[in-house]
């Protein structure tokens, strides 16, 4: 059962900000994750206004489904008053109380975020790298290794 998603943005769904290139099989990645999972939120270092902005921009260009350049987003600090900080997913959980914290995932490429309590709720992603500028060599399919965990674990769902 997963009562909710929580999605990286960097080097996980684009490369980057200033680089917001979209990784290959993004929209056919997130239409499959709104039509499948109750809740999919955007978890990231990256400020709010910034992520809105960029998924705006991706929706535009119909790089991603409509539902998905709307997606909410949560901010996470880095740094607060001088620790640094874990992606912890009751973070998650506050935007959406119904979910079971147990049942939320995150799908990010850097481990030393993770917080150690939710490593099995985490979903390793290898970082979305571009060769130079030419993104059509590009043969990265992790979004689709991704997309394959998630039925798994929606499949069990039912047996759960
Ligand atoms: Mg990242």
């Not at 119904?98 to 309590?117: Q, T």
Request: proline share 4%; glycine share 4%; aromatic share 10%.
């Amino acid at each position: 059962m997963i009562d909710a998603l929580a999605l990286d943005l960097e080097y996980t769904l684009i490369y980057n900000v200033d680089r917001p290139i979209p990784r290959p099989y993004l929209y056919e990645f997130l239409d499959f994750c709104f039509s499948n999972i109750p809740h999919v939120v955007l978890f990231t270092g990256i400020r709010n206004h910034v992520a809105m902005e960029v998924l705006y921009n991706l929706g535009r260009r119909r790089h991603i489904p409509i539902e998905a350049s709307n997606m909410h987003v949560i901010r996470w600090n880095r740094v607060i008053r001088g620790e640094w900080q874990k992606k912890d997913l009751k973070y998650v959980q506050q935007v959406h109380l119904g979910a079971r914290l147990d049942h939320i995932y995150l799908v990010d490429d850097i481990e030393e975020f993770v917080l150690p309590s939710q490593r099995n709720q985490w979903i390793r992603i290898d970082p979305f790298r571009i060769q130079g500028d030419d993104v059509l060599k590009n043969t990265d399919n992790e979004l689709v290794r991704i997309q394959h965990i998630l039925e798994e674990k929606l499949k069990k769902s039912i047996f759960d």
